[in-house]
């Protein structure tokens, strides 16, 4: 169960709107049967970013005020399988979330992804000047690289292309940091960040395939074929 929740993430605000499926918090990555009934009580508002659930899980856990509650191991591990996006019957919109906080990303990949799209977003057509729509979610999204990417392949689904085309000779400089994560170098890193611009937080689970009418006689009397070839005394 654990496993398949982190495929999926647990939709915080569809929760919150929906007490039945409440009970899936427990599987969150370090939560438990304590920390999830604690947690489902302070589900009281729209949750849009990650630094709201932080300050939430570290209230809950009595952190010491003053201490940094992205510090906490609970938050470190439950932040990537919580999914932040708008509840089908809220009444805003994703665009108030953080580029970053869309993605089921750790917190030390943020570098990473983060120079990604600020060079891929230099590449970007700008936006017809008819277009008001167009051109002011461009200025509100100028501060933030991660959301401007997603916000911009949502809309024309252009960011495929250009992130392939990025020079990221540099990457290391362009994020601050030395060296790659351990298990990934920079084409693995690149191919691992791409799907999190174009569908953030996607659904990982394999997708249901139907069962043939032979399998299923099989998973039903419990039994093998080669078994039933066998006879029986």
């Not at 570290?58 to 591990?77: E, W, Y």
């Not at 936006?127 to 999204?141: G, H, M, Q, Y």
């Not at 690289?145 to 020079?167: F, S, W």
Request: proline share 7%.
């Amino acid at each position: 169960l654990m496993e398949t929740l982190a495929k999926v993430g647990m939709h915080i605000n569809r929760v919150r709107r929906s007490p039945h499926l409440s009970s899936m918090s427990m599987f969150v990555a370090g939560f438990g049967p304590r920390k999830a009934r604690l947690f489902r009580k302070c589900l009281t508002n729209a949750v849009s970013s990650r630094e709201q659930v932080a300050h939430m899980l570290a209230k809950l856990l009595h952190r010491p005020l003053g201490k940094d509650p992205f510090l906490s191991p609970v938050v470190i591990n439950a932040l990537p399988f919580i999914k932040i996006c708008p509840d089908l019957r809220d009444t805003w919109d994703a665009v108030r979330i953080p580029g970053f906080d869309r993605t089921r990303l750790g917190d030390s990949i943020r570098p990473w992804i983060v120079s990604l799209c600020a060079e891929a977003v230099k590449m970007l057509e700008a936006p017809d000047a008819d277009d008001d729509v167009a051109v002011r979610r461009r200025i509100s999204l100028a501060d933030d690289p991660l959301a401007l990417a997603i916000d911009e392949h949502t809309r024309t689904g252009v960011m495929e292309r250009i992130l392939q085309e990025v020079n990221l000779d540099e990457w290391n400089d362009l994020a601050g940091v030395p060296d790659v994560p351990e298990d990934a170098d920079l084409d693995t890193l690149l191919t691992k960040l791409q799907p999190e611009v174009m569908e953030p937080h996607k659904d990982l689970r394999q997708e249901y395939q139907p069962v043939e009418d032979q399998t299923a006689f099989y998973l039903t009397v419990g039994d093998t074929e080669e078994n039933i070839g066998m006879g029986r005394v």
